[in-house]
């Protein structure tokens, strides 16, 4: 961005505002602007400071001192901007210039020479040259520039809409408020990137939480992507993030415009020579101030390339200062990206390769048995902490007694854990051949850690069950999930503040959530007058939720949301259930032996109607009030299933247009689904699918389509 010049005749700049405070006036606050840009760009950005953090404080403050005292000198993408002072109440949804796609995953070899052999085939090459880079393990971004200056930030959202931060965005340094893109006839630009934090950020900021007896955050990924939406800018600020720009979307030329150097006029701009390559469009980012990977990227031409680069990448990966999970490739050549264009889920031109997942070694130290609300023990390994692909792992399910036999876990072991996808840590393997002697048998209980009840197991399950109703370890699982979102959606009403007014004995059971005493509550610290009228009233919304979610919301084992619809749609009230046999429930459709007997089982149990005679007192619906019908039959007789993450609607949106049409939800992947979802990420359902020739696999944007 700057040359050699430049920097040298800002160097000598600095100097002299260092060695003569005075001098500094506001005739030249314009010049003091320009070399406090150029360190942070030296410091944020190529990580190469110039001047001590004194001295550039030094000559911030006098920045500040000058546009106190004129006002009227201060400019929108002055270095002192970046810190607001007011707190964010909340962040509007605005639009992206493009919508923000996904990209399509691949885990091998296989994949990527499949890939290219489409792109040969689109374009009609033998060989393709491909641009290569770190895919950030962060929070995706996208930035609009008007006329050289940074008007927006948002987040990425559901990829058509995000949210608003520029006020955050403002705070990461490596994101000039200005750039010079109108010196390549750029007028108005998007561009994507990731927000990161690099790992010697994150370790300094957990330490920092430490000293305040805080718990630390999870991974870097996490404390990027929370940092974006805190309401004070200035904590954003403390938290040190970084930023990198790797993508532009969308841009406009200034009418009229011919480059200086070569006179090279405006109609060619599009093939110039930083905007007909994707690389090109990095190396003019980082000439722009921004941190590019212009430096990690690498353009090769045909795949074996690709495959040799992304695998030397991986071995290489814990010695980055960030975290990565894969590498990006992209087709290089930007006509070449427009002949093969996208389809409503990624770009043709473009896919992510995920590295394998990540392993480490650690001792397992001790087992805890947690109590769940359906009454199942499960053993928790509380393991000697170890940083694993972005996460310090402390604690990981072991599921049951039969898992800890087939694992041959020993309190005491070296263990070898990894977390599969880079998400869910497992343990793989213990290792027997470096037991010292001293390692204990995990003894699994035959009591209820929590209320000391004896424990049952059915000869065809691998789980131990608490079957005191009154255990109170799930009593309060069962009122954190009664309040869950796709349960009775009771908001303002999470996990922490259910285990907190059960601590507190303000809280003891489900029909104590509308028994709430608020003026104890309202003594309570961070409970103002707003946040209890917010908690009342949705507790009062909720006694008007339609019957199927107070079904689900009872927690009754193997009863899913589609099978409470099922339930629900079945009966006049709540309580005909209870007058329903096993034989006649399971004449309902889906309803199998399993959740029959379940069902059965719940409904014959007192203590359960009492249950629901004193929701009903409170005021709760229990009667299948059957709403106005506001669709067509469009779908009628047809059967739908969504997997994965819908980038326009909500999972529950979508089965409520599907229903609303006519068509029916089902459970699982059977010769009886006609249609499946597919949203981003789908799994094992997909899979499953693709092996039924009757099922239709369809996107969302094609499930819309059929709607309509």
């Keep these: 961005m700057y040359s050699a010049a430049t920097s040298k005749k800002l160097q000598e700049q600095t100097q002299s505002f260092l060695e003569n405070t005075a001098s500094i006036t506001a ?39 000058l546009e106190t005292g004129n006002p009227l000198l201060i400019t929108t993408d002055s270095p002192t901007q970046r810190v607001g002072s007011s707190l964010n109440q909340n962040f509007p ?24 052999r489409k792109a040969r085939e689109a374009t009609n090459l033998d060989v393709i040259e491909y641009c290569i880079e770190p895919k950030f393990d962060g929070a995706s971004i996208s930035l609009i520039y008007e006329n050289d200056i940074l008007v927006r930030g948002a987040t990425r959202g559901n990829g058509v809409e995000g949210e608003d931060i520029t006020t955050n965005i403002k705070q990461i340094k490596s994101i000039p408020l200005s750039a010079p893109f109108s010196k390549y006839g750029v007028q108005q630009v998007e561009i994507r990137g990731e927000i990161i934090m690099t790992k010697k950020a994150f ?16 991974n870097p990924r996490n404390a990027a992507s929370g940092s974006l939406r805190q309401k004070d800018p200035k904590a954003v600020a403390k938290r040190n993030l970084d930023a990198f720009l790797y993508h532009i979307s969308y841009y406009t030329t200034i009418d009229g415009f011919t480059f200086s150097s070569d006179g090279e006029q405006n109609d060619e701009l599009p093939r110039s020579k930083f905007l007909a390559t994707h690389g090109g469009s990095l190396d003019m980012l980082w000439e722009c101030g921004f941190r590019s990977p212009k430096k990690e990227k690498m353009v090769v031409k045909g795949i074996e390339e690709v495959i040799k680069h992304v695998q030397d990448f991986e071995a290489m990966r814990d010695t980055l200062p960030y975290e990565i999970d894969g590498m990006v490739i992209k087709v290089n050549d930007f006509g070449l990206q427009d002949i093969m264009g996208m389809t409503t889920h990624h770009p043709r031109w473009a896919i992510a390769f995920k590295f394998k997942a990540r392993q480490a070694t ?58 599969a996808g880079d998400v869910i840590p497992q343990i793989v393997k213990s290792m027997p051949d470096i037991r010292t002697g001293k390692e204990k048998e995990i003894v699994y209980p035959r009591q209820c ?3 000391k009840s004896e424990l ?27 309040v869950s979102k796709d349960a009775m959606d009771i908001k303002s009403f999470g996990e922490a503040n259910v285990r907190k007014f059960y601590d507190l004995g303000l809280l003891k059971d489900v029909p104590g959530i509308y028994k709430l005493d608020f003026n104890a509550i309202g003594q309570l610290e961070g409970f103002g007058k707003k946040s209890i009228d917010n908690l009342s009233s949705a507790i009062e919304a909720s006694k008007q939720q339609p019957l199927y979610r107070l079904v689900y919301a009872l927690g009754i084992r193997f009863v899913g949301e589609t099978t409470a619809k099922t339930l629900a749609n079945a009966v006049e009230n709540l309580m005909d259930l209870a007058k329903m046999s096993e034989e006649e429930l399971q004449q309902l459709e889906d309803i199998g032996v399993k959740v029959a007997q379940s069902v059965y089982n719940f409904f014959s149990n007192q203590q359960n109607l009492a249950m629901l005679e004193e929701l009903q007192q409170l005021g709760l619906q229990l009667k299948n009030v059957k709403k106005e019908k506001t669709g067509t039959d469009t779908l009628h007789g047809q059967t739908f299933l969504f997997t994965g993450t819908l980038a326009k609607l909500k999972r529950n949106e979508a089965e409520a247009l599907a229903e609303q049409h006519g068509g029916k939800i089902v459970s699982g992947v059977s010769s009886k689904l006609n249609y499946l979802v597919v949203g981003e990420d789908a799994g094992s359902k997909l899979e499953k699918a693709k092996k039924i020739n009757t099922i239709k696999i369809i996107t969302e944007d094609e499930f819309l389509d059929i709607v309509k």
């Design 203 to 218: 370790a300094k900021y957990n330490e920092g939480l430490a000293e305040q007896g805080l718990p630390p955050l999870a």
């Design 362 to 419: 650690t001792k397992l130290r001790a087992v805890e048995f947690q109590v769940g609300r359906t009454g199942a023990v499960t053993p928790v390994a509380k393991l000697e902490p170890v940083f694993l692909g972005g996460v310090t792992v402390g604690s990981i399910s072991i599921h049951n007694e039969d898992y800890i036999k087939e694992k041959d876990l020993k309190i005491g072991d070296t263990v070898l854990i990894e977390r």
């Design 27 to 65: 005739d030249n606050i314009q010049a003091l602007r320009d070399v406090l840009r150029f360190h942070e760009y030296r410091y944020y950005v190529i990580d190469d400071p110039l001047v001590s953090d004194a001295e550039y404080d030094q000559l911030y403050k006098q920045l500040e001192k």
């Design 456 to 482: 049952y197991k059915e000869e065809t399950e691998a789980v131990w069950r608490c079957i005191n109703i009154e255990c109170p370890a799930q009593a309060v699982e069962r009122i954190i999930h009664f």
């Design 449 to 451: 850690p929590v209320c």
């Design 93 to 116: 949804t605005v639009q992206h210039l493009v919508p923000m796609l996904s990209l399509d995953n691949s885990y091998n070899a296989e994949d990527l020479f499949d890939f290219d």
